[in-house]
């Protein structure tokens, strides 16, 4: 079974940081893409972040580029995204998810990430 | 970037009706590259269609998608009770990927 789990989000401090982490399993992880994506509270979805199988091609969205670092780990079976400079608008769940079929046919639970003084 | 428009915003229907979903993108992109997603509160979302008209794994026949161009339709033949949530659709044939807007399908 296919499973996504983010860890790592909370409540920081506008121009803080965090580090997100998702663990994947019951798949080839390192034969996949993986992507960030992102929810704002009632709001719609937004891309953040890809980074190919074996990392060598990495893509932002303009609104957290200079920010936000992707990066995997194969050997873990892990994804990251580090975010920086964190801003009230950086407030929302944030997702993992692969995108076996082009489009994202798995995604993790989510983790809440609060931007608040 | 790529601005997917869905209308409309949101549906009122009752189960067994058929409904309707629209998504319109600002110019077209690489091979129909276009999904739907279904969103339940506190859920992540679930891919319904990619590829335009293929239906992911365990989805229901009931769910159908078609389009092509800058036009897309989700149809849901009959709808049932927990078929009232949230769809989006997606297209990743273009960077940045880009989501529409959201449709509230609700009773």
């Known amino acids: 079974e296919v499973q996504l789990v983010e860890s790592g989000g909370g409540l920081v401090k506008p121009g803080g940081s965090l580090r997100l982490s998702c663990a994947a399993s019951?798949?080839?992880?390192?034969?996949?893409?993986m992507h960030w994506v992102r929810q704002a509270p009632g709001k719609g979805l937004e891309w953040v972040s890809s980074?190919?199988?074996?990392?060598?091609?990495?893509y932002y969205a303009d609104s957290v580029k200079g920010r936000f670092t992707i990066s995997r780990d194969n050997a873990k079976n892990s994804l990251y995204l580090q975010m920086n400079s964190l801003r009230a608008e950086d407030t929302a769940i944030y997702y993992c998810?692969?995108?076996?079929?082009?489009?994202?046919?798995?995604w993790g639970q989510g983790t809440l990430v609060t931007v608040s003084s | 970037e790529i601005v997917l428009t869905q209308s409309p915003d949101t549906l009122s229907l009752s189960p067994g009706e058929r409904a309707t979903l629209s998504c319109r993108a600002s110019?077209?992109?690489?091979?129909?590259?276009l999904a739907w997603y279904q969103q339940k509160p506190g859920q992540a979302p679930r891919l319904l269609v990619y590829?335009?008209?293929s239906r992911a794994a365990g989805i229901p026949d009931r769910f159908s998608g078609s389009g092509s161009g800058t036009d897309f339709t989700l149809t849901i033949s009959r709808l049932e009770p927990e078929d009232f949530a949230v769809y989006y659709c997606?297209?990743?044939?273009?960077?940045?990927?880009?989501f529409g807007q959201g449709t509230k399908l609700e009773i």
């Open positions: 110019q077209t992109f690489s091979s129909n590259y």
């Open positions: 019951g798949f080839t992880f390192s034969g996949y893409s």
């Open positions: 590829g335009a008209s």
């Open positions: 998810a692969s995108p076996r079929v082009g489009a994202y046919d798995y």
């Open positions: 980074i190919s199988s074996y990392g060598t091609s990495i």
């Open positions: 997606q297209q990743y044939g273009n960077s940045p990927r880009t």
